[in-house]
């Protein structure tokens, strides 16, 4: 298990340091001057004076070679400073927390919604096999694959907000602000983890040990929920840390489209206005944080399945 | 109400943050533009004049307070002022380019020095830009607009990236406020924006994209309001190269294209068919005998006598920020086709193509600009997109006569002469064929019919006032 955590803390860092590098080199990689879309983020316009370029790259530091910007904004990052973002000027970590605080609520509540809704539509269907209730839940659910959220989003706006007149258009405001983008986030996972439940109950249901449960007396429904519930959530843990990494920087067009101050729009942002520090800063948390939780998502999955873990032991 | 941006740099005057603080009623300026009049009025001076050749003096309004209770004085006019001009990205209207200090003469005169003698400066007052705080906004090193305005709403709460929540001032120099308080949003998104006014969660959507009219159009409780916006697309020519450089050619082109079909099909009727340069309700636009219309055989008569022959197909860049314009290049691309010259179109991020077109080095290009983006005066615009020495002289159009119109007009005081100097200058753009004026953008507001006294202001400055009203509030 040490191993195993050192291992993992190893892998944190090097992603971190490789995804935060990726980002440092988006300003050079793309087209255009950076320090003119800084300029244009905080003043739009066209007519940009040369002089403000010029004066505005050296107070910055952006006429320095690249990588001495990356040493200098890595030693800062490791004594635990973000900096300040190019655009406001104010520190990054005061856009960084509240926008991740933002996330997390969002990402937490679709997640539990798809896992408690795929829990019960993945164990109907497997419990029906081949009938009706099976072949509906499968239908749909795989039906919501083809719903991306650029389409299912203004499609809930048009039905809830505007014709039932029942939850608000946009905004974070509280619980009811929250139902329509968790709905278009969760439709998805939803699809997916049911499809993943409803396999692992089934293969549960065909083994061996449930045969030997029920002849040691237990009846269908014991057997059922001591060994084929548990089966059909084990591969749920691995999906939901894996889709919560995703959806933390993933969510951007659900978080415009509400006008969410979240992560993925504060990222998206950074990226347009060439402002690096907060792109920085935002991502380095953002991995860090998805190393983070499937590292711990991998030690829950050995938890629960004991051959997993007598194998690695 | 519901704006279509937040601030990117907290509340610093100098960057478009002021647009919000100005909008909603926080932030007022020492003028105004009023735009029905079409002429600068008093707001916190109530007279002005120029006192030398590089000097302005600016009277401060009796009796004003900020919403901190400390009076408006010159001292307070001044230290805001000097933020603006002190800024790291200053301001477009004013900054040391073109103001060279700000000084207090007693407690009720500010005076404005310019570095060379300039009639506008009045104008550059009006500029959101030069909103004035109190002192106190400034103690912390950032900006605090939290009750140090002297407008008729005082901010009280700001969820970061959201929403600014504001509350009547009591005490308002321009006499009784109306509404209780307001909450202005901040949605990126177009269609969000709209939807907000049709359920009501929004009494104003500014800057509602026309793919949302037709649903806005057909509901009893919500206005659509539009006006004349000081943007016109435009597809720009690189005068400097063959075939641009014969005038002939550039006529040619526009005798080709429809810009009826383009106005009602690509912009849903939402913009007007452009006659030149300005849109017609503007008071410096040219006497027209309305939109160009298309005459094919015109179109083909002037290509041969501009001896034009086709060869490599020219290319027209659609800046991807507009998403429209790649359909409008479309329609340019067939129209063109049907003259029989060939057309590419090369769908491209504007910071990737600046360059090239900066130097010279395109054919033609989509674009749109703000005329009136520094101050509610085209002099900025019509410098630096149209005299040889602009610095965003896209067209490389180079004319001696139309030069010297412009800086006649940059020294001129009179408003109307000025004027007639732009009509003037704008005369000559337009018998050159300098570029293809395509379609004047409207600024398209959707209010909830109960609000009352809602001006629409087409760029989106002066938007909630002491006299705006609901029932119930």
Redesign the interface.
């Known amino acids: 298990m040490k191993a195993f955590l050192a291992r993992r803390t190893a892998t944190l860092g090097v992603a971190v340091l490789l995804a935060s590098f990726v980002v440092f080199l988006i300003p050079y990689v ?4 950076p320090v ?4 244009r ?7 940009i ?1 040369d002089a ?1 370029v010029q ?2 790259a050296v ?1 910055l530091g952006l006429q320095d070679p690249f990588w001495v910007q990356y040493v200098r904004w890595l030693a800062r990052f490791c004594s635990g400073d973000m900096g300040l973002s190019h ?4 520190p990054v970590i005061d ?1 960084v927390l ?2 991740l605080s933002v996330t997390l609520s969002l990402v937490v509540l679709t997640l539990g919604t798809a896992a408690v809704a795929a829990l019960v539509l993945g164990i109907t269907a497997a419990l029906q096999e081949g009938h009706v209730a099976d072949r509906l839940i499968t239908t749909t659910t795989q039906a919501f694959i083809a719903m991306p959220e650029y389409w299912l989003a ?1 499609v809930l ?2 039905v809830f ?2 014709k039932l ?1 029942v939850l ?6 509280g619980p009811a602000s929250a139902v329509l983008p968790v709905a278009a986030l969760a439709l998805r996972p939803t699809s997916y983890f049911t499809s993943a439940v409803r396999e692992g109950v089934i293969d549960a249901l065909r083994a061996e040990h449930i045969a030997a449960a029920r002849s040691r007396g237990l009846t269908y429904a014991q057997a059922v929920w001591r060994h084929a519930v548990p089966n059909g959530m084990l591969p749920l843990t691995t999906m939901v840390s894996v889709w919560f990494a995703g959806l933390l920087g993933g969510s951007v067009i659900v978080e ?4 969410i ?1 979240g992560m993925g ?2 990222l998206y ?1 950074a990226v347009l ?1 060439s402002d690096i520090p907060v792109a920085q800063g935002g991502v380095a948390v953002v991995v860090g944080l998805a190393v983070v939780l499937t590292t711990l998502a991998d030690l829950a999955h050995r938890l629960l399945n004991p051959r997993l873990r007598e194998h690695h032991a | 109400m519901d704006n279509f941006r937040a601030p ?3 509340w ?1 005057l ?3 943050a002021a647009y919000i603080l100005s909008l909603s009623g926080c932030l007022e300026t020492l003028t105004k533009y009023d735009h029905a009049q079409g002429k600068i009025v008093p707001s916190l001076a109530t007279e002005w004049k120029q006192s030398s050749t590089r000097d302005w003096d600016f009277t401060l309004r009796d009796g004003v307070r900020f919403q901190d209770g400390t009076d408006l004085t010159a001292e307070a006019v001044v230290t805001s002022l000097q933020k603006v001009l002190d800024a ?5 209207a004013f ?1 040391p ?1 073109v103001v060279s200090g700000v000084q207090a003469l007693d407690e009720h005169t500010v005076r404005i020095t310019t570095p060379v003698e300039s009639p506008l400066v009045p104008y550059r007052l009006a500029s959101v830009n030069t909103g004035v705080l109190s002192q106190a906004a400034y103690e912390d090193g ?1 900006v605090d607009p939290f009750g140090h305005c002297t407008g008729p709403f005082t901010p009280v709460s700001e ?5 600014l929540t504001l509350d009547r001032n009591e005490d308002y120099w321009g006499g009784p406020v109306q509404l209780a308080g307001a909450e202005v ?5 177009g ?2 924006r709209a ?2 006014v ?2 009501g ?1 929004a009494d104003v959507s500014l800057s509602v994209p026309v793919s949302s009219l037709s649903a806005l159009d057909g509901h009893s409780d919500v206005k659509v309001l539009k006006a004349d916006s000081p943007r016109t697309a435009t597809l720009y020519m690189n005068n400097s190269r063959a075939p641009f450089d014969d005038v002939n050619f550039r006529k040619a082109i526009r005798s080709a294209l429809d810009l009826d079909a383009l106005a009602s099909s690509v912009y849903e009727g939402a913009a007007i068919p452009a006659s030149g340069p300005f849109a017609s309700s503007e008071p410096w636009a040219t006497q027209s005998t309305g939109a160009a219309r298309q005459d094919v055989k015109a179109a083909k008569d002037l290509l041969a006598a501009a001896g034009y022959t086709p060869g490599r197909p020219l290319e027209i860049i659609a800046i991807v920020e507009r998403a429209e314009f790649a359909d409008v290049a479309t329609v340019i691309q067939e129209n063109l086709k049907n003259v029989g010259v060939p057309v590419t179109i090369e769908t ?7 360059p090239d077109l900066l130097a010279g080095d395109y054919d033609m290009v989509l ?1 749109q ?2 005329r009136l ?2 101050i509610a005066d085209p002099i ?1 615009f019509l410098t ?1 997109d149209y005299t040889c020495d602009g ?2 002289n896209l067209s490389h159009f180079c004319n001696k006569e139309y030069d010297q119109i412009i800086a006649k007009a940059a020294g001129t005081g009179d408003a109307q002469e000025r004027y007639r100097l732009y009509a003037e200058a704008g005369k000559i753009l337009e018998e050159q064929a300098v570029n293809i004026w395509l379609v004047n953008e409207q600024a398209i507001d959707a209010v909830r019919s109960d609000l009352q006294s809602y001006v629409q202001d087409p760029l989106s400055r002066y938007v909630l006032t002491a006299d705006t009203s609901k029932p119930g509030s």
Not at chain 1, 41 to 47: M, N, Q, T
Not at chain 2, 88 to 92: F, G, W
Not at chain 2, 185 to 189: A, E, L, S, V
Not at chain 2, 348 to 354: G, I, N, P, T
Request: proline share 7%; hydrophobic share 35%; net charge negative.
């Open positions: 793309t087209p255009g001057d003119r879309k800084i300029i983020s905080r003043v739009a316009g066209d007519v004076d403000t004066r505005l107070e655009v406001s000027r104010t856009q509240p926008a203004p706006v048009l907000a505007l007149s608000p258009s946009a905004g974070w405001t415009v489209i509400f006008a101050p729009r504060l942002d206005n | 990117v740099a907290d610093a100098e960057s478009d790291e990205v200053p301001a477009r900054n380019t950032a969820k970061p990236k959201q929403s949003r901040f949605i990126t998104d269609a969000t939807a907000q049709q359920t969660e491209k991020e504007y910071a990737s193509v600046e674009s600009r703000n983006i520094d900025g630096a610095s965003y």
